[in-house]
C-alpha cells in the first residue's frame, strides 16, 4: 500500500509539472474522458430504448430514438477526434519541455556534483526510459484512462445495482429464486470481489516482478550512452578506431551492453505482457460469469431484452474498465517509477552554498584573489591534490603556474573559478571568502581557456560570444589579438561560417585554430581576470611565439594567469609559481628563480635541451623585449 501512495505522489507531482506546461492539457484529456463515456454509456441507454421500442412496435419512438444515436455518435466522435488530435501536439511539447528540466537541472548543479558518474546514469536512464515507455505525456494519458475507468465502473455498477432490484415476474423455481433482488446481489458481490481480489493478487505479483528487474539495472544506460553518443558516434574517433584496429573491440563492447540493455527492457516488457494476459484473463471469467446472472435475470422476466442488451453492455464495460484500470495502473507504476529517478535527480542539492554577495563592479581592475591555506582532495578520493597553498595574487600581474603533468596546476585554477571547494582552507577576493558571492557573478571574473577547451558546432560569432552580445567590431579584436582574424576572414560566410560538420556543411578546423577561437573568446569576455591553461599546446612554435608576443597586449590592464609546463612561456610573466606533487615549491621571477636552482632551474634547463625550435625560443625573447620597450 505504501508503495502505491508513493508511486501516485509521484505521479500527482509529474502531473503539476506537466500543468505547469500548459494549462490546457488537463482539462482538455478531462473533457475528452467525459464526452467518450458520454458516449458509451448513452449508447447503451439508447440502443436498450430502441430495442424494446421496436419489439413494443413504436416505431416514431424507435427512429427518434436512432437519430438521437446517431447524432450522438456522430458529435462526441468528431468532438473526440479532434481533442485526441490536439493532444499529440501538447504530448510532443511534454516530451521536449522534459529534456529541457533535466538539462536545466544539470546546469544549475555544482560542477562536482555533475562529475558523479551516479548523476550522470540518473540522467541518462530517465532519458532512455522516457523514450522507451513515452515519458511524462503517455503518464498524462495513463491517468485519464484510469479516471475514464473508475467513473466507468462507477456508473456499470450503479447498474448493477438497478438490475438487482429489478425482480421477477415469477418468484418460484431456483431461477426465480436466485433471480431475486437479494439473491442476485449476493451473487454479483461474489463475482466482483472475486474479480477485484484476482486482479489485485495479478498486480501485486508482477509489480514486485518489475522491481526487481528495474534495481537489477544500474550502470548500463551510462556506460551505453557512452559508446553511442562519444565513441561509436563521434567522427574523430574513427581516425583511432582505424588506425589502432579497435573497430571489433568497440562493436563488442557497445554490443555487451546493448544486450544487457535490451534484455532489461525485453524483460520489463515480458512481465508487462504477462500481467496484461493474466489481466484479460481474470475479466473473460468475470464477464461470462456476469453475463450469465443477465441472462438469468431477463428468462425470468426481471428485465426487458432490451435491457438485457443495456446490462450486458454495462457489465462488459465493467469488466474491460476493471483491466484497463489495472493496465494503465502498471503502466503508470512503470513510467512513475523511474520518473521517481528523475524527481531524485530534479530534488538533488547542490553540494556548496550558491553565495549571495554582489560582487562590486570595479573599472579599475582591482580584484585581489588570495589561496589562504588551501588544501584540496578530489570526491571520492583520499590523496590531497593541493597541500596548505598560500598565495596572493597581484593586482593586474602575470602570472605562470607552471611544474610538470599532475602537479596540481589546473586543479589550482578549477579551485580559484569556483568549480570546486577547498577542502580546507579558504580562497579570498578582496579579502572575502568567494563561497559568500554570488556564484555567477563571481565566474563573471574570469575569461578562461582551459586545456580541454570546447568550440560548439555554432557558428563562429556564437562561439565568441558565448551568450553574450554580438558586437562585431569587438568579435573582431578578440580574433586579431588571438591571432585568428584571418582565418575567420577566409572562411566562406566569416563570422557566420558554421563550425565543424555535425548540423551544417559548417568548416573543420585544426586543433592550434580551435586554440586560437577558444582565446578569442575568452577575451571577448572582457573579464578582469584572464586564465590560460596550456594555451598554446595544440600551436606550432611560431604560432606559439606570435601568441605569447601579443600576450602582454591581450591581457593589457588585466590579472592574468598561465598555466605550463613549458618553462619557455614563463618568460614574460613577472610572478611564477611553481607547484610541485600540489604544493607551491617556488615563487619568483624568471631570473629569480634560474638562480635559486631549484626546481624550476632544473626544469628550465632541461627542457632547453629538448626545445623543438631554439629559433621559436630567440623570437619569443625578442618579441617579448620589443613588447616591453614599447
Ligand atoms: P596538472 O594540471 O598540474 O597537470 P591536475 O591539477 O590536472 O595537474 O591534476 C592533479 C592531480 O589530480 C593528478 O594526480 C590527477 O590525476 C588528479 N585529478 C585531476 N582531476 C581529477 C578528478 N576529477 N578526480 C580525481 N582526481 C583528479
Known amino acids: 500500500m505504501r508503495d502505491i501512495i508513493s508511486i501516485h ?116 536512464f530517465s532519458e532512455r526510459t522516457s523514450d522507451m515507455y513515452g515519458g511524462l505525456g503517455v503518464l498524462l494519458y495513463h491517468y485519464c484512462d484510469m479516471i475514464r475507468s473508475v467513473l466507468s465502473i462507477l456508473l456499470s455498477v450503479s447498474l448493477v445495482i438497478y438490475l438487482c432490484l429489478a425482480r421477477p415476474e415469477s418468484p418460484e423455481g431456483l431461477l426465480g429464486r436466485l433471480a431475486g433482488p437479494v439473491p442476485t446481489a449476493l451473487l454479483f458481490v461474489g463475482v466482483l470481489a472475486g474479480m477485484g481480489w484476482s486482479s489485485w493478487k495479478v498486480f501485486k505479483k508482477y509489480a514486485v516482478k518489475q522491481q526487481e528487474i528495474f534495481q537489477s539495472h544500474t550502470g548500463v544506460e551510462n556506460k551505453l550512452s557512452y559508446l553511442m553518443n562519444q565513441v561509436l558516434a563521434n567522427v574523430k574517433v574513427g581516425k583511432i578506431v582505424r588506425l589502432y584496429g579497435m573497430q571489433d573491440m568497440l562493436l563488442h563492447n557497445t554490443k555487451e551492453e546493448m544486450e544487457k540493455s535490451h534484455s532489461y527492457f525485453e524483460r520489463m516488457c515480458l512481465v508487462g505482457r504477462q500481467e496484461s494476459s493474466a489481466n484479460r484473463a481474470v475479466s473473460s471469467i468475470f464477464t461470462i460469469v456476469s453475463y450469465l446472472l443477465v441472462a438469468m435475470k431477463a428468462v425470468t422476466g426481471a428485465v426487458t431484452i432490451g435491457a438485457f442488451t443495456q446490462y450486458a453492455g454495462a457489465l462488459n464495460q465493467f469488466g474491460t474498465s476493471v483491466s484497463s484500470l489495472i493496465g494503465d495502473h502498471g503502466g503508470m507504476r ?174 573543420d578546423i585544426s586543433g592550434g585554430e580551435a586554440q586560437k577561437l577558444a582565446l578569442a573568446r575568452a577575451l571577448y569576455k572582457d573579464a578582469p581576470v584572464v586564465i590560460l591553461d596550456e594555451p598554446t599546446a595544440a600551436l606550432d612554435p611560431k604560432a606559439e611565439a606570435q601568441i605569447y608576443a601579443r600576450f602582454n597586449r591581450m591581457v593589457e590592464g588585466r590579472t592574468s594567469i598561465f598555466i605550463s609546463h613549458r618553462m619557455s612561456s614563463c618568460r614574460f610573466c613577472d610572478d611564477i609559481i611553481v607547484f610541485d606533487q600540489g604544493e607551491i615549491v617556488e615563487r619568483g621571477s624568471h631570473e629569480e628563480l634560474l638562480a635559486a636552482r631549484g626546481n624550476y632551474a632544473e626544469m628550465w634547463n632541461a627542457q632547453a635541451k629538448y626545445y623543438e625550435s631554439q629559433e621559436s625560443l630567440r623570437e619569443i625573447n625578442n618579441n617579448q623585449n620589443k613588447s616591453t620597450e614599447k
Open 9 to 124: 505522489k509521484t505521479g500527482f507531482r509529474l502531473l503539476k509539472m506537466i500543468h505547469s506546461v500548459d494549462s490546457i492539457i488537463i482539462p482538455l484529456h478531462l473533457l475528452e474522458l467525459c464526452m467518450s463515456l458520454v458516449q458509451v454509456y448513452g449508447g447503451l441507454f439508447l440502443t436498450a430504448a430502441l430495442i424494446d421500442a421496436l419489439l413494443l412496435g413504436s416505431f416514431e419512438q424507435a427512429a427518434g430514438l436512432a437519430l438521437g444515436l446517431l447524432g450522438m455518435t456522430l458529435v462526441l466522435g468528431l468532438c473526440s477526434g479532434l481533442a485526441r488530435r490536439r493532444f499529440q501536439g501538447l504530448r510532443t511539447k511534454i516530451w521536449l519541455v522534459f529534456y529541457v528540466w533535466l538539462r536545466r537541472k544539470s546546469f544549475s548543479l555544482d560542477y562536482e556534483t555533475m562529475e558523479k558518474p551516479e548523476v550522470s546514469e540518473k540522467i541518462i
Open 334 to 507: 512503470k513510467i512513475c517509477t523511474y520518473m521517481q529517478e528523475f524527481l531524485a535527480f530534479l530534488d538533488m542539492e547542490t553540494l556548496h552554498e550558491k553565495g549571495s554577495i554582489p560582487v562590486e563592479k570595479r573599472n579599475d581592475g582591482e580584484y585581489e584573489l588570495a589561496f589562504e591555506n588551501v588544501s584540496f582532495r578530489y570526491p571520492g578520493s583520499r590523496e590531497m591534490v593541493l597541500k596548505s597553498v598560500n598565495c596572493r595574487i597581484r593586482v593586474k600581474g602575470k602570472m605562470a603556474v607552471v611544474g610538470k603533468n599532475g602537479a596540481g596546476k589546473t586543479t589550482f585554477i578549477k579551485l580559484l573559478c569556483r568549480l570546486y571547494e577547498p577542502t580546507e582552507g579558504r580562497i579570498t577576493l578582496n579579502g572575502i571568502d568567494i563561497r559568500k558571492y554570488d556564484e555567477e557573478e563571481y565566474r563573471s571574473l574570469f575569461g578562461v581557456v582551459f586545456q580541454d577547451f570546447k568550440l560548439f558546432a555554432f557558428p563562429v560569432w556564437e562561439n565568441i560570444t558565448a551568450g553574450y552580445e554580438r558586437q562585431e567590431d569587438r568579435i573582431w579584436e578578440a580574433l586579431r589579438q588571438a591571432d585568428a582574424e584571418e582565418m575567420v576572414k577566409k572562411m566562406p560566410e566569416q563570422l557566420d561560417t558554421w563550425l565543424y560538420k555535425n548540423m551544417k556543411n559548417g568548416v
